[in-house]
Each structure stands twice: as C-alpha cells, then as structure tokens.
C-alpha cells in the first residue's frame, strides 16, 4: 500500500504558476506510476498529466499539455506538478494517484479507473 498527500495549492493569479507535491509513504514508491488529477466545482474528476515508474516516461492530457509539467523524484518519494500560466479555469482540487499498473501494456496510464491509491487532494484557486 501507499498513502498520498499533496501539498502545494493555494490562491493565485492568472499568469502565476505552482508547484504540487504529492509525497508519498511507503518503500514501494518506484514500483508505480503516477498520475495528477483535478476536479472543479461541479465536474467529473479529470486526469491532466502521468508519468511512468522510472520517470522517463510523461503523458499529458491535450488541454493542458504545454503549461504543466510532471516530474517525480524517486529518492525523495515525491511527485510534482509544475503549472505554469495558470486560467481561471485551472480552479480545482488537484489529487495524486498511484497506478500498480497490474497487466498493463503501457508504462502510463489515464483512466481514473486504474489507480489505486488516492491522495486527499489540494486547493488550487486562480483569480482572474
């Protein structure tokens, strides 16, 4: 097992960026990928970036792809989202998951369904 906690968030304006953290638990940290999700007011939650077990693999959601960057360091347990530009429509919780990736033919995945451990999410708000 793995417990996820992000950190990071916080109230921002349009142009700023951030980065997110998700530390993780565990010794098993290297043998998942992991994907950043997020959820706005009202909206299903959508997957935006994911990275690979060794992180020499990264996979980003059209919308975003360009602004964000995922990055994980497996020494420090550590996954990070950096996002830059950030929109108004960029206002949502932002979750960290990790992907056992169990007979999986891709070294990143981005269906909600194949992660299997959830962080509690983090705050991010953008004022315009």
């Known amino acids: 097992q793995v417990q996820l906690v992000e950190s990071g968030g916080g109230l921002v304006h349009a142009g700023d960026s951030l980065r997110l953290s998700c530390q993780a638990s565990?010794?098993?940290?290297?043998?998942?990928?992991m994907g950043w999700f997020r959820q706005a007011p009202g909206q299903e939650r959508e997957f935006v970036a994911g990275?690979?077990?060794?992180?020499?693999?990264?996979y980003y959601d059209g919308s975003v792809k360009g602004r964000l960057t995922i990055s994980r360091d497996n020494a420090k347990n550590t996954v990070y989202l950096q996002v830059n530009s950030l929109k108004p429509e960029d206002t949502a919780v932002y979750y960290c998951a990790a992907d056992q990736l169990i007979e999986s033919p891709v070294p990143v995945r981005d269906g909600l369904q194949w992660y299997d451990y959830w962080g509690q999410g983090t705050q991010v708000t953008v004022s315009s």
């Open positions: 990275i690979s077990r060794s992180g020499d693999r990264t």
């Open positions: 565990g010794r098993t940290f290297s043998s998942y990928a």
